[in-house]
């Protein structure tokens, strides 16, 4: 990742600088300039001195929130190193002394920064492992480990309640209200809400771009996509996350001259304003804001409109969740929002019948060919005297059920199916794979691979590609294998039915999955059944493929945007 010329009229860092980056780790380097960029937009004129510690592989980051500000939150963790760094950030509007902390207390700021970064090794499987946990979390983590089935069982009761509150119609949010329940909470002569200024002379014509996290999900490589077009485009990519992870993509050559902002929670605030969003719009001309499953700019967006009436919001969604997750929090500010951007038929039937957003605000654009080029075909006839190959190619979640997975591979090998299975990705469910691959007896027939290992190589190896997720969009790898040549076999969630043929579906309860998963995997251990699966997926995609895809519409958009 090259580091954007945009900061260099943003901050100024002092001589120390140099010799402390030399100690750090690349990430750990692009996550403290991440955090000086932030302190500079939210502390204008002001010189503050850094101070990087070394946290534990159990810690996140810690870059943006109150506790940095206070020397008790890094007191044991060993210091790399301090240097100073001037904010060159000149504001159009009067800039406040004082800043609240979640509790609404008055923060005391010494211009002192105290930063938490990660060590090398540190990943999602590290932190949880650690994590102080209650009764009924270990129960589960019991239940997951040693009794799959009965937990998903269990699981499924209650994501069958959360689905139906989901499909009801959900109240729009009333950000007016809000800002007068503002005003009486707050006694002292504050204005709430307090908008952005104008915006400097010569300001960057920017788009601000909100993530989840920086790290390997669908979302996310769509994400990286659109930060791509903004920056062919002519337009600067401002990317900011706010969930907590390791974010080991920050140096990806995606990110080349975008400003990132990787936020920890709860940041310092003033009542109706926001301090970071309020510096973008005055130093940059923010042409426009695309939103990818990111709950901090949702709650934002108001704000944001009032700041800058008629700026164009995108949003992109991928996936209906239980309860409604991310397509829900975009229908309650749906005012706010121009364009809703949906991968599947059913997240666009869902707006428009169930949550009545206009059908002119709802666009589907899939994501067919966003991966094409990681998974061609190997052009490798498959040895047809080898065992059946299964890959479970995807992040390493609850989501995506890698213990159902497994559980299949038990049932096959009992059954006394011939295969060998590969599990490639990462996430903090790695160990419990490892451990589980021993104890069903597995390890001569499972390969586990991270994300190191191109997912094209897997899918060169792969006659299946076998899909145990709970729920889902319409999945990236589906897209990916079917351009394999590799047929897909899935758990009927979601959109995967726009995809997958009815009788390659399986039903997503484990216990009444297995009987109809052995028997297809029994008829796909025959080249032409599976030939017949690839062709009828190809021509579902195919069919898809007759929507301009998201990629080109996106173009289109942001295209607009730069004139």
Same mark, same amino acid.
């Given at each position: 990742?090259?580091?954007?010329?945009?900061?260099?009229?943003?901050?100024?860092?002092?001589?120390?600088?140099?010799?402390?980056?030399?100690? !750090?780790?690349?990430?750990?380097r692009?996550l403290a300039?991440?955090a000086?960029?932030f302190?500079?937009?939210t502390?204008?004129?002001?010189?503050?001195t850094?101070?990087?510690?070394?946290?534990?592989?159990?810690q996140?980051?810690r870059?943006?929130? +109150?506790?940095t500000?206070?020397?008790?939150?890094?007191?044991?963790?060993?210091?790399?190193?301090?240097?100073?760094?001037?904010?060159?950030?000149?504001?159009?509007s009067?800039?406040?002394?004082?800043?609240?902390?979640?509790e609404?207390?008055?923060?005391?700021d010494?211009?002192?920064?105290y930063l938490?970064?990660?060590p090398?090794?540190?990943?999602?499987?590290?932190v949880?492992?650690? $994590?102080k946990?209650?009764?009924?979390?270990r129960?589960?983590?019991?239940?997951?480990?040693?009794?799959?089935?009965?937990?998903d069982?269990?699981?499924?009761?209650? $994501?069958?309640?959360? +689905?139906? +509150?989901?499909?009801?119609?959900?109240?729009?949010r009333?950000y007016? #209200?809000?800002l007068a329940?503002m005003?009486?909470?707050?006694?002292?002569?504050?204005?709430?809400?307090?908008?952005?200024?104008?915006m400097?002379?010569?300001a960057?014509?920017?788009?601000i771009i909100?993530l989840?996290?920086?790290q390997a999900?669908?979302?996310e490589?769509w994400?990286?996509?659109?930060? #791509?077009i903004?920056?062919?485009?002519?337009?600067?990519?401002i990317?900011i996350?706010?969930?907590?992870?390791?974010?080991p $993509?920050?140096?990806?050559?995606?990110?080349?001259?975008?400003?990132v902002?990787c !936020?920890?929670?709860?940041t310092t605030?003033?009542p109706g304003?926001d301090?970071l969003?309020r510096?973008?719009m005055e130093?940059?001309?923010?042409?426009?804001?695309?939103?990818?499953?990111?709950?901090?700019l949702?709650?934002?967006?108001?704000?944001?409109?009032l700041?800058?009436?008629?700026?164009?919001?995108?949003?992109?969604?991928?996936?209906?969740?239980f309860?409604?997750?991310f397509?829900?929090?975009?229908?309650?500010?749906d005012?706010?929002?121009?364009?809703?951007?949906?991968?599947?038929e059913?997240l666009?039937?869902w707006?428009?019948?169930?949550?009545?957003?206009?059908?002119?605000?709802?666009?589907?654009?899939?994501?067919?060919?966003?991966t !094409?080029?990681?998974?061609?075909?190997?052009?490798d006839?498959?040895?047809p005297?080898?065992? !059946?190959?299964?890959?479970?190619?995807?992040?390493?979640?609850?989501?995506?059920?890698p213990?159902?997975?497994?559980?299949?591979?038990?049932?096959a090998?009992?059954?006394?199916?011939e295969?060998?299975?590969?599990?490639?990705?990462d996430?903090?469910m790695?160990?419990l794979?490892?451990?589980t691959?021993?104890r069903?007896?597995?390890?001569?027939?499972?390969?586990i691979r991270?994300?190191e290992?191109?997912v094209?190589?897997?899918?060169?190896?792969?006659?299946?590609?076998?899909i145990?997720s709970?729920?889902e969009?319409?999945?990236?790898t589906?897209?990916?294998?079917?351009?394999?040549?590799?047929?897909?076999i899935?758990?009927d969630?979601?959109?995967?039915?726009e995809?997958i043929?009815?009788d390659a579906?399986?039903?997503?309860?484990?216990?009444?999955?297995m009987?109809?998963a052995?028997d297809?995997?029994r008829k796909?251990?025959?080249?032409?059944a599976r030939?017949?699966?690839?062709?009828?997926?190809r021509?579902a995609v195919? +069919?898809?493929?007759?929507?301009?895809?998201a990629?080109?519409?996106?173009?289109?958009?942001?295209?607009q $945007?730069?004139?």
């Amino acid at each position: 990742m090259v580091v954007p010329a945009a900061t260099q009229r943003l901050f100024e860092l002092d001589v120390a600088w140099d010799a402390v980056s030399a100690t !750090l780790a690349e990430r750990q380097r692009h996550l403290a300039l991440s955090a000086v960029l932030f302190h500079a937009l939210t502390n204008p004129g002001r010189t503050l001195t850094y101070h990087l510690h070394l946290g534990g592989d159990h810690q996140y980051p810690r870059l943006t929130d +109150e506790g940095t500000y206070r020397r008790s939150s890094v007191v044991d963790a060993p210091l790399l190193g301090t240097f100073t760094a001037r904010s060159l950030v000149e504001p159009t509007s009067e800039t406040l002394a004082q800043v609240f902390d979640s509790e609404g207390a008055l923060i005391r700021d010494t211009n002192e920064r105290y930063l938490l970064l990660p060590p090398s090794e540190a990943d999602d499987a590290s932190v949880r492992a650690k $994590w102080k946990v209650g009764w009924d979390v270990r129960l589960y983590e019991y239940l997951e480990e040693h009794e799959p089935a009965l937990l998903d069982v269990i699981r499924n009761f209650f $994501w069958g309640r959360y +689905e139906r +509150e989901r499909d009801r119609r959900h109240r729009r949010r009333d950000y007016q #209200r809000e800002l007068a329940a503002m005003r009486r909470e707050y006694s002292m002569a504050l204005p709430i809400p307090r908008l952005a200024g104008g915006m400097v002379a010569d300001a960057p014509p920017a788009v601000i771009i909100g993530l989840h996290f920086l790290q390997a999900g669908g979302a996310e490589r769509w994400a990286l996509e659109t930060v #791509r077009i903004v920056r062919e485009a002519g337009l600067l990519p401002i990317v900011i996350t706010d969930r907590e992870s390791q974010q080991p $993509w920050i140096g990806r050559d995606d990110l080349d001259g975008a400003l990132v902002l990787c !936020l920890s929670h709860p940041t310092t605030s003033h009542p109706g304003d926001d301090l970071l969003l309020r510096a973008i719009m005055e130093q940059f001309d923010v042409r426009g804001v695309l939103v990818h499953h990111c709950q901090w700019l949702y709650d934002r967006l108001a704000w944001l409109r009032l700041s800058r009436p008629g700026i164009p919001v995108v949003d992109s969604l991928h996936v209906l969740e239980f309860q409604g997750g991310f397509p829900r929090g975009a229908a309650v500010v749906d005012e706010d929002i121009t364009v809703h951007h949906v991968i599947s038929e059913q997240l666009r039937r869902w707006l428009v019948d169930t949550q009545r957003v206009p059908a002119d605000k709802v666009v589907l654009a899939p994501l067919t060919t966003l991966t !094409l080029d990681e998974a061609r075909p190997s052009g490798d006839p498959r040895d047809p005297t080898k065992p !059946l190959t299964l890959a479970f190619i995807g992040r390493k979640t609850r989501q995506k059920r890698p213990d159902v997975f497994l559980l299949l591979l038990r049932r096959a090998r009992r059954a006394g199916l011939e295969f060998r299975a590969i599990i490639h990705g990462d996430g903090e469910m790695d160990g419990l794979i490892r451990r589980t691959v021993h104890r069903y007896g597995l390890d001569d027939m499972v390969e586990i691979r991270s994300s190191e290992t191109p997912v094209g190589e897997t899918l060169g190896e792969a006659d299946l590609l076998v899909i145990t997720s709970s729920n889902e969009g319409i999945t990236l790898t589906t897209f990916e294998a079917v351009a394999a040549g590799v047929p897909v076999i899935s758990t009927d969630v979601g959109a995967q039915a726009e995809v997958i043929p009815s009788d390659a579906l399986l039903p997503r309860l484990a216990a009444t999955m297995m009987s109809p998963a052995l028997d297809l995997l029994r008829k796909l251990s025959d080249a032409g059944a599976r030939e017949n699966l690839l062709a009828r997926e190809r021509a579902a995609v195919a +069919e898809l493929a007759t929507y301009e895809t998201a990629s080109e519409w996106m173009k289109g958009v942001v295209a607009q $945007w730069a004139k």
